[in-house]
């Protein structure tokens, strides 16, 4: 069946350091793929998404890339903050489906100052 | 901006008692959901609800569960005889006719 599979945290790392967190997927056709970002105390939040391979999501300095060869939706950041500190979610929505969302089970993120 | 919202944010029950978590769609979205999380594990689907019925649901959604838009505007869960187990974060959720849900802050509930 579908399912998302993100690296295990809790990932530590310093104010300005480069982020990249893991997330691959097994799905029939072309999911569309989505990271989702919950702050400490809130809910989940939508961060970016891509429909398509190739497609490049973006949003607060965050990107992620839809690679179909890859099966992979890895989430990059060039220089974290410590208001960055929060769980990140790799989820997908099946091609046959969008009424169905499969999550990742979550990658917490510390940023130090 | 809109924004899914619920209550309550926190609550405690005795094992065996009724619980109704309550949730606001955003008012021109068509599809809500209930997610739930335990402690971590996955986020969890539970149920989804399109004009007024269930259009799906998991193997966890069982006759424990039931779900209900009441009056139009609510949105909510009912989880009889709680059991230890369903301690976890509810999550509820909603969408338009796109493939983006936005979700709520969550309901944590603490069954002891």
């Known amino acids: 069946g579908d399912s998302v599979t993100q690296m295990e945290g809790p990932v530590t790392l310093s104010e300005e350091a480069f982020l990249t967190i893991n997330c691959t997927y097994t799905?029939?056709?072309?999911?569309?793929l989505f990271w989702y970002v919950q702050y400490p105390g809130e809910g989940l939040q939508l961060l970016l998404k891509?429909?398509?391979?190739?497609d490049k999501g973006s949003n607060k300095g965050f990107e992620a890339t839809y690679r179909k060869e890859t099966t992979s939706f890895h989430l990059e950041k060039g220089s974290v903050q410590v208001s960055d500190s929060a769980v990140y979610f790799c989820?997908?929505?099946?091609?046959?489906?969008?009424?169905?969302?499969?999550f990742g089970s979550g990658t917490k993120l510390n940023v130090k100052p | 901006e809109p924004e899914v919202t619920q209550t309550p944010s926190h609550q405690v029950t005795q094992m065996g008692q009724e619980v109704i978590l309550r949730c606001v769609p955003i008012?021109?979205?068509?599809?809500f959901y209930w997610y739930r999380q335990i402690l971590g594990q996955k986020v969890e689907f539970l149920v989804s609800?399109?004009?007024?019925?269930?259009?799906?649901k998991s193997e966890i959604f069982d006759d424990q569960f039931s779900v209900e838009r009441p009056d139009g505007s609510n949105f909510t869960l009912k989880i009889r005889s709680t059991k230890l187990e369903d301690s976890a974060m509810y999550f509820c959720?909603?969408?338009?006719?796109?493939?983006?849900?936005?979700f709520g802050e969550g309901s944590w509930l603490t069954v002891v």
């Open positions: 959720a909603s969408k338009n006719s796109g493939n983006t849900i936005y």
């Open positions: 799905a029939t056709g072309y999911p569309s």
């Open positions: 891509a429909t398509k391979a190739d």
């Open positions: 989820a997908l929505s099946p091609a046959y489906n969008f009424n169905k969302f499969y």
């Open positions: 008012s021109n979205h068509l599809y």
């Open positions: 609800f399109y004009n007024n019925e269930i259009s799906e």
